[in-house]
């Protein structure tokens, strides 16, 4: 025990000694094109003399009670000082105007004074933080693709795109691109082939993981009833706290905001009074809205739905289809047979009389034939009429004159002649 004892101390020893006017090194971001302090106190004897290093390197020096301020490395371009006012009372922290990418690295402020010697190491970074994802549907290859962008970040940031469910390596493998500005700034942009049915998930963390945003794009299609209520889903893959959930509309190009809820205020606005949350208060990140008695016309398009809390951004885009209902179809397609049916009885109506307007002139042609042939009838009736009269008359003279002659004829040559000249006469008599 007595043995452990001492090695312990022995220890302590060792750290105490190797700490001896140092501080343990501090970690320091400074944020991009911003200015940055990097702190150094000591206790003040009156005769400090104050040296800053970079990667060993002088860059800044000052004397106290001369006054004097020297910069060592023109690098910097003037853009370090000290707070020369507050060196009396123990601070000498070193102020950088207008960070970038060359001011990272550690840095070392050493304070001597006749009292004692303090060094303070810093390890600096730089970092332009990411202010915003973007995660969007394109065709600038020719084809559908989905792009996860973000700009203007130091150092390159970490990008992940995938899908859920899971899509095979094979067929979906994102292809992702880092490229940096004249200042350092990084424009990173990862994108793969859009396939169907599927959720894309961005996720894009700083280098120094500082920050992880996420954002998550749908869209998909539904069809519906006239009449029939029924739900848009709009649920994020995470579960989301002091979220804001805004719902639009779009037909014919033409966008309109329907609906917002705020989960923290827990204030809502609509203006569709046919819309409702299914979920109460949007309650893990479930925005879906219920549409209440839709109509066909008024209600087909495109419905958006966004999701967005801190960092976080889910957005789904519905296309919906409203059909009418079988009754209205019916009702339609009964009251057009109906139509056309009272359409074919007009027509009926209307062919006889337009036949019998187009047959006048037959009808008086067919007149004039029968009077015709009624005087005819009429001519022969009364040319056999005569003709039987003046057969008659024809006999009784023949009579008359055969019985003033001496010949004896026969009841059968009488006949045959009163008949030869009544035929004679008869001929002789017809018209020419």
């Keep these: 025990m007595t043995t452990v004892h001492s090695w312990i101390c022995l220890i302590l020893l060792w750290i105490a000694a190797d700490t001896n006017g140092k501080t343990p090194d501090v970690q320091l971001t400074c944020t991009f094109s911003e200015d940055c302090v990097l702190p150094c106190v000591f206790e003040a004897a009156g005769d400090e003399i104050i040296y800053w290093f970079r990667q060993n390197v002088p860059i800044q020096s000052y004397i106290q009670g001369s006054g004097r301020l020297d910069q060592a490395d023109q690098h910097y371009n003037s853009r370090t000082s000290l707070f020369t006012e507050l060196i009396p009372s123990g601070n000498a922290s070193l102020h950088i105007q207008k960070c970038g990418p060359q001011d990272r690295g550690k840095y070392r402020c050493l304070v001597t004074s006749s009292r004692e010697t303090t060094e303070h190491f810093i390890i600096v970074k730089v970092e332009a933080p990411i202010q915003s994802v973007s995660l969007e549907t394109t065709r600038l290859s020719g084809f559908e693709e989905v792009i996860c962008s973000s700009r203007d970040v130091y150092p390159a940031p970490r990008v992940n795109l995938f899908t859920e469910p899971a899509s095979l390596p094979d067929s979906l493998q994102p292809f992702t691109r880092k490229t940096a500005d004249k200042q350092g700034l990084y424009s990173v942009e990862s994108k793969l082939k859009k396939l169907k049915d599927l959720t894309y998930i961005c996720l894009v963390q700083s280098f120094y993981r500082s920050q992880t945003w996420r954002a998550s794009l749908q869209e998909k299609e539904i069809f519906s009833v006239e ?85 976080t951004k889910h957005e789904v885009h519905t296309r919906v289809n409203i059909r009418q209902t079988k009754y209205e179809v019916h009702s339609r397609v009964s009251i057009t047979e109906a139509q056309r049916q009272d359409h074919t009885r007009v027509n009926i109506t209307l062919k006889p009389e337009k036949q019998q307007s187009e047959s006048s002139p037959q009808w008086w042609i067919t007149a004039a034939v029968i009077t015709g042939i009624a005087v005819t009838a009429v001519a022969a009736i009364l040319g056999i009429i005569k003709c039987k009269a003046g057969c008659t008359k024809s006999s009784n003279t023949h009579a008359e004159a055969t019985e003033m002659q001496p010949i004896r004829v026969t009841a059968a040559n009488s006949r045959a002649a009163s008949e030869d000249a009544c035929l004679t006469e008869e001929i002789a008599n017809r018209p020419t």
């Design 227 to 311: 009449g029939q209520d029924f739900i848009i889903p709009c649920v994020a893959p995470w579960n989301l706290q002091n979220f804001t959930l805004t719902w639009s509309f779009t037909k014919e190009h033409k966008s309109t905001t329907i609906y917002t809820y705020d989960s923290l205020t827990q204030q809502s606005s609509s203006v569709w009074k046919k819309v409702r949350l299914v979920t109460p208060r949007g309650r893990g990140g479930d925005g879906s809205l219920q549409l209440h008695n839709p109509l066909s016309l008024k209600h087909t398009g495109t419905y958006t739905c966004i999701l967005a809390a801190h960092q």
